[in-house]
């Protein structure tokens, strides 16, 4: 019964984000549809992570010690995120739900890295917690 209220609650906070995510994406009707929308939210995500990561690179171009511990967390970090949603989404193995839960996982793990590397590519000069 837990399982299907948290499942029940999952489906909201995905289907309210596809609204928000592409027009195409405004009702879908079939497992097909909800698939391919969660799979576009999550690239979208995925797009706005890549555009953070190069825009940290940029910052720390002239610290290379900095700049390689940046590039071993980000690889870090998607094998966590990978492994992560596979667990996530495991409770509906071999479903038709499995791809949403999992891009659902992917989508919010996305834009929380993503936020994170924005704090760090626009720290304030004095912060102590800044990476330069």
């Not at 995905?14 to 592409?22: C, E, K, P, R, Y």
């Not at 739900?97 to 590519?121: G, M």
Request: overall charge negative; glycine content about 4%; hydrophobic content about 40%.
């Amino acid at each position: 019964m837990r399982l299907l209220l948290r499942w029940a609650g999952m489906g909201i906070s995905i289907f309210s984000g596809l609204v928000s995510a592409n027009e195409e994406c405004v009702s879908p009707e079939t497992q097909a549809e909800m698939t391919q929308c969660s799979a576009k939210m999550y690239q979208a995500a995925d797009d706005a992570l890549n555009e953070a990561y190069q825009a940290l690179i940029e910052r720390l171009d002239s610290n290379a010690l900095s700049l390689e511990k940046l590039r071993v967390a980000q690889r870090k970090w998607i094998d966590f995120r990978d492994a992560e949603c596979a667990f996530e989404s495991s409770a509906v193995e071999g479903g038709s739900a499995q791809p949403i839960v999992r891009n659902s996982c992917l989508e919010a793990l996305t834009k929380a890295r993503t936020q994170s590397l924005q704090e760090h590519a626009s720290c304030e000069e004095g912060d102590l917690s800044c990476v330069r």
